[in-house]
């Protein structure tokens, strides 16, 4: 007779929390997608969005969590399966991974159709009051996130102008213009500028981490550094 106990349902929920967790602590890209669902839906409360919009917005990000998290399954099942290359492994992770695209591509997609038109309302008076400014503002903003840049590379001793060490100059010059972008788009399609220029700045960012040559902190320096330049210059000359 097998002593073993069957699991309580307490044992059963406390199983799924650790797979969870682990989850989490050991993967990078469900970590990204937690913190983006936590800021989705502190942003839905902080604009109001209708119930049904809720809605479609807790079923996009559990889509998306679901599906990285069978991903991340499926990669540990082949990776114990197999001890060597197995063309049918690879399609098989390839597979996995496409489904985390087609979650967060719909995901992307509802979030724009929810978000769009009350982000813009609500920004686009704000918006063009700052947009008086002229556009060799951009110009001047750009030039002084390059200036802050090496600055503080000379201050610190860290890496050279193009490369390492902190700040990031690629990701203060891509939130500078992401934050130019913004401000001088034509208010018809700002929020749509916006959206594309902040995702391009994003990807900027993650390719200088991805690529070893600065820490996610030095990204994320640049980052505030470069929009805060561009915001402060279109603030004091607008």
Do not use: C
């Not at 469900?30 to 800021?39: G, K, P, S, Y």
């Not at 750009?142 to 001793?157: F, R």
Request: proline share 2%; net charge positive; glycine share 8%.
């Amino acid at each position: 007779m097998n002593g073993r106990r069957a699991p309580t349902v307490l044992d059963s929920f406390n199983y799924a929390f650790e797979g969870i967790i682990h989850v989490l602590r050991t993967q990078r890209n469900l970590r990204i997608h937690f913190a983006v669902a936590v800021l989705v839906l502190i942003v839905a409360l902080v604009i109001n969005v209708t119930k049904l919009e809720l809605i479609a917005l807790l079923i996009s990000i559990t889509f998306v969590l679901i599906a990285e998290m069978l991903n991340t399954a499926v990669e540990a099942a082949i990776d114990i399966a197999t001890t060597s290359f197995d063309p049918m492994a690879k399609l098989a992770k390839d597979i996995a991974a496409g489904a985390v695209l087609i979650a967060t591509v719909n995901a992307v997609a509802v979030g724009y159709l929810v978000f769009a038109g009350k982000v813009a309302d609500r920004s686009g008076q704000l918006l063009d009051r700052l947009r008086q400014a002229p556009a060799e503002l951009t110009l001047v903003a750009l030039m002084l996130t390059i200036l802050i840049v090496i600055g503080t590379k000379a201050y610190t001793g860290r890496g050279s102008p193009l490369r390492g060490g902190l700040p990031s100059g690629h990701a203060a010059v891509a939130f500078a213009g992401w934050m130019a972008a913004t401000y001088v788009a034509d208010s018809g399609h700002r929020f749509l500028i916006s959206s594309i220029a902040l995702i391009m700045a994003f990807l900027v960012a993650q390719t200088r981490v991805e690529s070893g040559v600065h820490s996610a902190l030095e990204v994320t320096y640049g980052a505030l550094v470069g929009a805060l330049a561009a915001l402060v210059v279109f603030q004091v000359f607008r």
